[in-house]
Structure formats: C-alpha cells, structure tokens
T-cell receptor
C-alpha cells in the first residue's frame, strides 16, 4: 500500500475563515511533507516533518500552520488566507528524509474567496 | 541551492513513437533523481527513479539515464500510448534531502 490520503478533496473558504487540511499514511513513513502547487507549475515545498518534528519551514507565512499529531497524520491549519493562496495543496511521505521515494496524495484543491 | 532545468515544456508524439525528456541539475552533491507523472486533477505519481551509483534503469516501457559528470538525466518512454499523456516532472534531491522539481513537460500522445 503506497497510499497517502488527503481530505477534503476540495475546499472553498473565505478570507476570515479557519480551516484544516488533513493527510494520513499507513506505510510507516517517518517523513511527511506539505507542498503547494499552482496551475501549470511544479510543486513547491512548504514544510517537512521528520519523526513528528518540524525540520524544514520554507519561509511560509504564519497563516499556514502545520501540525503532526502522530507518525501517521499531518495537518495544515489555515487562517486569514489570501486569494493568491488558492492552489492545490499536496501531502507526501517518505521512509526517511534523504534519497528515498516520496509518495504524494491526490491533493486538496483550495479556493480562497 | 539546487536548480533543475527541464526540456521540452511540451511534447507531442504519435502513438507508438518514443518520447524523451531531458533535465539538468546544478548541485553535484545531489544523488537521487525521481520522475513523477501527474494527470489532470491528481497528485504526482512516482514512476521511476535513479540513484547516482547507477547509470541507467529500466522498467518496462520507461527508462531513465543519468550522466553525473555532465549533471543531466533523461526519461525515455517507448511505444507511447494515449494513457501516457500527462505532465511529467523530473526532480533532484539535494544534500538536505529536499526535492527540487523541474518545470514540467506536458506530453500529448495522439492516436
């Protein structure tokens, strides 16, 4: 099973809303990632968790807040987003941090209105 | 940091022909190079990868070659089929383990 599950698949939120994106994997992977992907562009790394601890934050604005409650779950909390934050948000996981296969979820299509 | 360039940006091929996508990278410390296929409305799917101690790897109709000296790697798809139509991304893993993606290649296979 190489499945990474993301919920919800689609989300529309207002600029004053608070919402959360969820990601789950049961492959025993110890590294989990959040990526942002705009239309016709490659994924851009946002955050990396290793052994449930935040190891990389790619200078992401504080209106995005990641959380790793346990080794299988990864959340992304959203607050006071801007319309330009509309994008496909992808979660990925891998066995370790370096030089290992990373598997992506289907993504959450986020629209900020 | 790592910089990955990918060409071409679009590629149209006749069904049954071969497709080749080329990437170059800048960080000589990079040693892991995956390729992803992304269909419309879906997340990227890992289709093949290669590590720096190997020059070539093949999996059925897909092959990847790596030239560490020249810092470039390529994806080869033979006997293309309509279901091969998608966006393909190359990537390189830098010394921190972060994946740096190329800009992507839109492949269209026409019957």
């Amino acid at each position: 099973d190489t499945e990474v599950t993301q919920t919800p698949k689609h989300l529309v939120m207002g600029m004053t809303n608070k919402k959360s994106l969820k990601c789950e994997q049961h492959m025993g992977h110890r590294a989990m990632y959040w990526y942002k992907q705009k239309a016709k562009k490659p994924p851009e790394l946002m955050f990396v968790y290793s052994y449930e601890k935040l190891s990389i934050n790619e200078s992401v604005p504080s209106r995005f807040s990641p959380e790793c409650p346990n080794s299988s779950l990864l959340n992304l909390h959203l607050h006071a987003l801007q319309p330009e934050d509309s994008a496909l948000y992808l979660c990925a996981s891998s066995q370790g941090l370096a030089n290992t296969e990373a598997f992506f979820g289907q993504g959450t299509r986020l629209t900020v209105v | 940091g790592e910089n990955v360039e990918q060409h071409p940006s679009t590629l149209s091929v006749q069904e049954g022909d071969s497709a080749v996508i080329k990437c170059t990278y800048s960080d000589s410390a990079s040693n892991y190079f995956p390729w992803y296929k992304q269909e419309l409305g879906k997340g990227p799917q890992l289709i093949i990868d290669i590590r720096s101690n190997v020059g070539e790897k093949k999996d059925q109709r897909i092959a990847v070659t790596l030239n560490k000296t020249a810092k470039h790697f390529s994806l080869h798809i033979t006997e293309t089929q309509p279901e091969d139509s998608a966006v393909y991304f190359c990537a390189a893993s830098d010394s921190w383990g972060k994946l740096q993606f190329g800009a992507g290649t839109q492949v269209v296979v026409t019957p």
